[in-house]
């Protein structure tokens, strides 16, 4: 089962997209916070997930910078990255190393389509 981490901090808008992920089969697990990119990191490594859906706004921290930290990870190597923002970052996102940018709020349809085409 491919195994998608949500990088987001508004309770309700995770809650919605890991029943949406979920019901297309993918298995979803939780981003735990935090203030320190390296938590972030660590996190991702323990979990290794095929994708990354992550918010550029963090409440403490910036998806561009966790995007930099863990491309430099060697144990996150080959982890795609899907970038979501409110502010349409598209270049920014790709300059950046991501996989891909989807600008919010986005229907459910253009999400999955979105995954399917990166992994």
Not at 48 to 60: A, E, G, Q, S, T
Not at 95 to 105: R, T, V
Request: glycine share 6%; net charge negative; proline share 3%.
């Amino acid at each position: 089962m491919t195994k998608l981490m949500v990088i987001e901090d508004d309770a309700n808008m995770f809650s919605l997209l890991q029943m949406l992920l979920e019901f297309e089969g993918y298995e979803v697990v939780l981003w735990e916070g935090g203030e320190h990119i390296q938590d972030t990191v660590n996190s991702l490594c323990q979990e290794k997930p095929d994708l990354i859906l992550m918010d550029v706004h963090l409440r403490h921290l910036n998806g561009f910078d966790v995007l930099q930290s863990l491309r430099e990870e060697p144990e996150l190597d080959g982890v795609k990255v899907l970038i979501a923002s409110g502010v349409d970052m598209t270049d920014r996102s790709r300059q950046a190393g991501a996989d891909g940018f989807i600008l919010k709020p986005f229907m459910p349809d253009e999400l999955i389509d979105k995954i399917q085409k990166i992994l």
